[in-house]
Nanobody, 116 residues
Framework: QVQLVESGGGLVQPGGSLRLLCAAS????????MGWYRQAPGKSRELVAR???????DYADSVKGRFTISRDNAKKTVHLQMNSLKPEDTAVYYC??????????WGQGTQVTVSS
C-alpha cells in the first residue's frame, strides 16, 4: 500500500499563486509516476500534471505555462506550483501515484478556490 497526503490548498485571488505538496509513505518503492488530478463540481476528474521517474512531465493544455510539477524521487514528494490562477482552476486537487503493474493510489484531496 501507498499512502498519499496533500497539503497547500486554500483560497486565492485570480492571478495569484499556490503551491501544493504531496508526500508518499508506505511501499514507496512501488511508485512509478506521481502527479495531480482535479475535480470541479459537476465535472469528472481530470489530469493536471504528471511526472515520470526520469523527470519528464505531462500537463493539461489548460495549465501549460502556468503550472509546474516537480518531484523528489528520494523523498517521494511531488509539488505543484500554480501561478496565474484563474477561477476555472477551482477544484479539489488530488495527488496520484501509480505502479508499473497499473495500480493507482489517491490522496484525500485538497480544495483550491480561486475567487475575488
Amino acid at each position: 500500500q501507498v499512502q498519499l497526503v496533500e497539503s497547500g490548498g486554500g483560497l486565492v485571488q485570480p492571478g495569484g499563486s499556490l503551491r501544493l505538496l504531496c508526500a508518499a509513505s508506505g511501499n514507496i518503492y512501488r511508485i512509478y509516476r506521481m502527479g495531480w488530478y482535479r475535480q470541479a463540481p459537476g465535472k469528472s476528474r481530470e489530469l493536471v500534471a504528471r511526472s515520470a521517474p526520469d523527470g519528464s512531465a505531462d500537463y493539461a493544455d489548460s495549465v501549460k505555462g502556468r503550472f509546474t510539477i516537480s518531484r523528489d524521487n528520494a523523498k517521494k514528494t511531488v509539488h505543484l506550483q500554480m501561478n496565474s490562477l484563474k477561477p476555472e482552476d477551482t477544484a479539489v486537487y488530488y495527488c496520484n501515484s501509480d505502479t508499473l503493474s497499473g495500480i493507482d493510489y489517491w490522496g484525500q484531496g485538497t480544495q483550491v478556490t480561486v475567487s475575488s
